[in-house]
T-cell receptor, first 109, second 114 residues
């Protein structure tokens, strides 16, 4: 069964303290791995798409990487405005988009 | 470009009453998803449409939930009758076409069943 597991469930950082979020997946025929950001009371906001192992994408303080089993979202020198829940999702060969449970990130000034 | 539009944003109903949610996807997007999200959890797929065809509704509780996407554009998700456990956020998303393209989400409808 296709599955996505994110860790940790919650992460508290001080402003400027870099860290990484993990997304482990088991999927029949990966057709894309996606990272989303979700603020309270809002829908998920698309961040990145990764298609193949070794691929990397960057946007401001965020960098996403992909291996055959997992993806990492690296946050460099985070700011309080980076506080949100980060969701990972995979698209399987049937076109189904499957989400993990998310990592709630809190960045304190 | 307008994003995915959902209405209403909030809905409070008594149990056993019917409720309907509406979604207007991004223009030109053939794939439409309905997801359910409980507090502190990731979205869970209810149904996926490719144009007007429901291609994956395996997670839709068909005894009380129904959905339609007439003419392959707007979609409506209905619950009848609602139960207390249906309280959640209902998210609609769309993507250009089936496959490895990202999906874009609406703001969601927060349903509270009392």
């Amino acid at each position: 069964e296709d599955q996505v597991t994110q860790s940790p469930e919650a992460l508290r950082l001080q402003e400027g303290e870099s860290s990484s979020l993990n997304c482990s997946y088991t999927v029949s025929g990966l057709r894309g791995l996606f990272w989303y950001r979700q603020d309270p009371g809002k829908g998920p906001e698309f961040l990145f798409t990764l298609y193949s192992a070794g691929e990397e994408k960057e946007k401001e303080r965020l960098k996403a990487t992909l291996t055959k089993k997992e993806s990492f979202l690296h946050i460099t020198a985070p700011k309080p405005e980076d506080s949100a829940t980060y969701l990972c999702a995979v698209n399987n060969q049937g076109g189904k988009l499957i989400f993990g449970q998310g990592t709630e990130l809190s960045v304190k000034p | 470009e307008a994003g995915v539009v959902q209405s209403p944003r909030y809905k409070i109903i008594e149990k056993k009453q019917p409720v309907a949610f509406w979604c207007n996807p991004i223009s030109g997007h053939n794939t439409l998803y309905w997801y359910l999200q409980n507090l502190g959890q990731g979205p869970e797929l209810l149904i996926r449409y490719e144009n007007e065809e429901a291609v994956d509704d395996s997670q839709l509780p068909k005894d009380r939930f129904s959905a339609e996407r007439l003419k392959g554009v707007d979609s409506t998700l209905k619950i009848q009758p609602a139960e207390l456990g249906d309280s959640a956020v209902y998210l609609c998303a769309s993507s250009p076409h089936r496959g490895n393209t990202e999906a874009f989400f609406g703001q969601g409808t927060r349903l509270t069943v009392v």
